[in-house]
């Protein structure tokens, strides 16, 4: 898991780097796919129920799932890049919100704003804690800074299988009472909208975007429970 995580944070580090105006989805999609074939992983969603590239990048109001294409992105956009890799037979998942050229005020309050959700997620995770408690401290964050946490989507386990049976709310669902546990690997990957946390799904059955229009920022590691908190793996 370890490897698997370095691995994915290098190709996310890779094609984020190339986010520019000008650049299309489908040029992130070609590097990452690159990055990822050369450290001899495999880009895990590629073909997996029918996803066709090896990335999701999500601009703008694009919650999550977008599919790379050759529209290039512009000045103020922003553009969630979201990496798995699997390698050394699991997974490693993570993702990063990137500025492209300059964005007004509101765009960086809400990146800002959504990797401090994820922060604050990731230091809730203690042994003996129940899984609520991260969705409660990041949507405690988001509503204090005047943002909505997306529902519709959720952390997962992940090992050897790329979306386990483990759900981890990003906002408060006291049903959400599995005890965290040492040795647990799984994903915290809060989506922030700047309006309604409402999403609505595209016609390629993939693409969530916000049901108004407004803009949406996501982070996402993949960790694994230690005695004493967790390890970010994706680092």
Sequence with gaps: MRQAGRVAAEVLGAAGAAVAPGVSTDELDAVAHAACISRGGYP???????FPKSICTSVTEVICHGIPDDRPLRDGDIVNVDVTVFIGGVH???NATFPVGPIDRGSARLIETARECMDLGIATVKPGRPICEIGRAIEAHASAS???VVRDY???GIGQ???GTLAIPHYFN???NTVIEEGMTFTIEPMINMGTWRAVMWDDNWTAVTA???RSAQFEH????GADGAEILTR
């Design 154 to 156: 959720v952390g997962h």
């Design 161 to 163: 299988v790329f979306h």
């Design 146 to 148: 005047g943002m909505s």
């Design 212 to 214: 108004d229009g407004a």
């Design 92 to 94: 490693g998942d993570t």
């Design 222 to 225: 993949t960790l694994v429970v």
């Design 44 to 50: 895990s969603p590629l073909n997996y129920r029918g």
């Design 174 to 176: 006291p049903d959400a």
